[in-house]
């Protein structure tokens, strides 16, 4: 048995096995002399320095960490990825500095199809080298668990070549991020079924959701108008819900759709991106268990107004964030400035954005029982920061608090020593 005992930590965690809804969110478990201790990669006790038991000799090995007394917080969760693709697309960056919408550069053959073409030549060995940069990255900012989907395939071939690349992430055992895997055939509607959505959609149904299978744990859906519509959404999310997937969906970015209400409604894990959510389903998703995973960098990027999180906060909901890095709408993975916005422009207090980015996050993946806080009996991933409080996560602006990650009980990086 290998035992890690973290002392002289200034803890703060959020606590519970599911998302924590209004102002639930900004209780955290806060202990300023804090002792954390771990056997075989699970947490089994968590308390006051002066409190921790005697610790019996039969660990094979044996590490003591001193935190020096700073902040000690669980691993960021980023529940909202697009981490495998090809190409990139920075042209469409300046297009839409000089005024081009979302919308138009899809029009004008940009957007998604760009990266679909690019992503179609790939090899899996590929994808696979190209996403292991990213997520390297990820983890140097904290990041202990991500989600990563497909949808730059959207035929069932690479498809399933992206889920395998990304089931490859998820098993490495010298990967130090663990990975969830979405299906995300629904992106975008492909050029070659251009104005035969419902013969896409029936594709994804009859061939690429069985094979997805084993390989995809959650099926995704870009419900946005003249992409995907309620009616294509509910078809093809009641079938992948009949097959044994999870749901999540991508709502209420463009226009006020009703992809919130369509969510609670399925039973969705998740609601993503969510800026233009209408009050009634605010309404609904504080009332349901469907997590709004918000993702502020996607809006800072495309120069969109940020998700209502204050109202959606004060209503009940449980909201997490993450930061849908993606080749063209939001080309980052930053989890600093995704705290930053966060704080700053969406009104959260820093309590509330760190259950976003832990306990929520890992509920928006169907993990809250297993990560996202600092407890007895979760897998002990945690980061130590640089600072002796959370405060200064929004403080430093945009820049990198993390000196130590834990991820499983290893500890897999000092930063800044």
Not at 20 to 31: E, V, Y
Not at 53 to 71: C, F, Q, V
Request: glycine share 8%; proline share 4%; hydrophobic share 45%.
């Amino acid at each position: 048995m290998k035992r890690l005992v973290i002392t002289n930590a200034n803890l703060y965690t959020p606590r519970g096995c599911q998302a924590l809804k209004g102002a639930d969110m900004g209780n955290l478990l806060h202990i300023p002399q804090a002792a954390i201790v771990v056997e075989d990669g699970v947490i089994v006790w968590v308390g006051s320095d002066s409190e921790m038991p005697m610790l019996d000799d039969s660990a094979d090995e044996e590490i003591y960490m001193d935190a020096l007394g700073r902040a000690v917080i669980p691993g960021f969760v980023d529940s909202h990825t697009h981490l495998v693709f090809g190409g990139y697309r920075p042209e469409e960056f300046g297009w839409r500095l000089k005024g081009d919408t979302y919308m138009s550069i899809m029009e004008r053959g940009g957007g998604i199809q760009s990266t679909v073409n690019a992503t179609r030549s790939m090899t899996e060995d590929e994808m696979v080298e190209k996403a292991e940069w990213f997520i390297e990255e990820m983890s140097r900012m904290g990041v202990t668990t991500v989600e990563a989907k497909s949808g730059y395939g959207l035929d069932t071939d690479t498809e399933l070549r992206m889920l395998r690349a990304i089931r490859r992430l998820a098993v490495d055992p010298d990967r130090s991020v663990d990975v969830a895997a979405t299906f995300l055939g629904a992106h975008a509607v492909p050029e070659e079924y251009k104005g035969r959505t419902a013969e896409y959609v029936s594709l994804i149904i009859d061939e690429m959701l069985p094979k997805a299978k084993g390989l995809a744990e959650f099926c995704d859906i870009f419900t946005e108008k003249n992409v995907f519509e309620l009616d294509d959404s509910r078809r093809l999310l009641a079938a992948a819900k009949e097959m044994g997937f999870k749901l999540k969906m991508h709502a209420d970015e463009i226009v006020p759709l009703g992809g919130a209400e369509l969510a609670v409604e399925l039973g969705a894990v998740s609601a993503d991106h969510l800026l233009h959510v209408s009050d009634e389903g605010i309404r609904r998703l504080a009332k349901g268990s469907t997590v709004a995973t918000l993702l502020p960098l996607t809006a800072f990027a495309l120069k969109e107004p940020f998700a209502p999180a204050r109202k959606m906060i004060d209503a009940g909901c449980a909201v997490a964030l993450a930061t849908d890095l993606n080749p063209g709408s939001c080309f980052s993975g930053s989890i600093p400035l995704t705290i930053a916005l966060a704080c700053i422009y969406m009104g959260m207090s820093v309590e509330e954005t760190l259950t976003a980015l832990t306990l929520n996050g890992a509920a928006a993946i169907g993990r809250a029982d297993k990560i996202g806080s600092i407890e007895p009996g979760k897998q002990a991933d945690i980061l130590i920061l640089h600072f002796d409080s959370i405060d200064s996560l929004p403080y430093y602006v945009g820049m990198n608090t993390v000196d130590c990650v834990i991820a499983r009980g290893e500890v897999d990086s000092v930063i800044n020593d």
